[in-house]
């Protein structure tokens, strides 16, 4: 097998009742080189958390990241470095991760000048290359990120991001704050830039939608457990888990094949208080006596799909 790219271990309270909140709780997530794996799920569900731990930002308080089968906390500071540079995140305010105080040059090349991907004589011309890719006029590159619109400033953000050469980028609702034909641009170009770069994706949305025409695979999450993951195709033919049935039948367009699922109920609880059992219960339209006070497990239900439901015992 190819072995997983990356990996996240989360092995939390397992045993006893756990004396913090977990933000992200028992999720076993691995991402193929050059898959696009979709994370979706309501806000506060722990989907940044989980990303950022993949892109090393955040330590694991319990369990581990695997980069190519290492765990990161084994590699030396160099490696360590290089580790680094390999997992990129886009986040979805990109002016807010731009110091409005540089101009785009400086931006987009200080990354790759300090790890030596270019010098001094070269950044210029390396510099274009990057806002090209990324579908920005290159002769732009001397503005300061306030005299862009939101989509540009995005794509300086990518641009960012691939100066530095990574191989898996963490995109954290990177579309979610742009209009609707900027974010099918931004999405085709994340496209593009996998045909052309190889690039793996960890692609986080709240948005169901936006991960179905882009992911291999996607995973679901609630209150920072993962509740289902499938291949994209089976995930929108076959939903198992009512939450992710839920989240489909949210999806606003006309779909006979998904009205016949119950669009969410209730807000989302607090995941520093979490409900017992199932997480879902309280809003759960299929909630059985032992899904208050058991919480269930991923089980295989098909090929490469896990659901996490009780509604699976038996079955
Ligand atoms: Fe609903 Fe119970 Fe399944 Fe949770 S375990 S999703 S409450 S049926
Ligand atoms: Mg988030």
């Known amino acids: 097998a190819a072995g997983p790219f990356g990996r996240v271990l989360q092995r939390m309270g397992l045993e006893k009742p756990a004396p913090t ?9 691995s991402i193929k080189r050059g898959e696009v794996v979709g994370l979706v799920g309501e806000s506060g569900c722990g989907k940044s958390t989980l990303g950022r731990m993949v892109a090393g930002l955040l330590p694991a308080s319990d369990g581990q990241v695997l980069l190519s089968g290492k765990p990161i906390g084994e590699l ?13 995140m886009i986040f979805q305010d990109p002016y807010a991760s731009l110091n409005p105080r540089l ?6 090349g200080e990354g790759a000048l300090l790890h030596g991907l270019t010098d001094r004589a070269g ?6 290359a990057q806002l090209q890719r990324a579908g920005l006029d290159p002769s732009l590159r001397h503005r300061y990120p306030h005299q862009f619109s939101g989509g540009q400033r995005q794509r300086i953000g990518i641009a960012r991001a691939l100066a530095v050469q990574p191989e898996l980028l963490v995109c954290d609702e990177a579309v979610a704050a742009l209009d609707v034909s900027i974010q099918a641009q ?21 948005d169901l939608g936006v991960v179905e025409h882009l992911s291999d695979r996607v995973v679901v999450m ?27 039948a949210e999806i606003p367009r006309l ?18 208080a979490p409900p017992s059992g199932c997480h879902f219960h309280p809003r759960c339209p299929h909630v059985m ?20 439901c009780h509604l699976h015992d038996g079955t």
Do not use: W
């Open 21 to 29: 909140t977990h933000a992200v709780d028992r999720v076993d997530l």
């Open 76 to 88: 030396s500071a160099e490696e360590r470095k290089a580790a680094r540079l390999r997992v990129q």
């Open 103 to 108: 101009r785009v040059d400086r931006i987009v």
């Open 123 to 128: 950044s210029d011309d390396y510099v274009s």
């Open 186 to 206: 931004i999405l085709n170009l994340f496209m593009d830039l996998r045909e052309e770069l190889g690039l793996t994706y960890l692609f986080i949305s709240h």
């Open 222 to 248: 609630y209150l920072g457990r993962v509740v289902e993951s499938a291949p994209v195709d089976e995930l929108f033919e076959h939903p198992a888990h009512p939450y992710t049935q839920a989240l489909l």
């Open 255 to 272: 779909d006979v094949r998904r009205t016949k699922f119950q669009t969410i109920r209730g807000e989302i609880p607090s995941p520093l």
């Open 289 to 308: 006596p032992r899904c208050k006070v058991e919480a269930p497990t991923l089980r295989g239900i098909a090929i490469n799909h896990v659901s996490a």
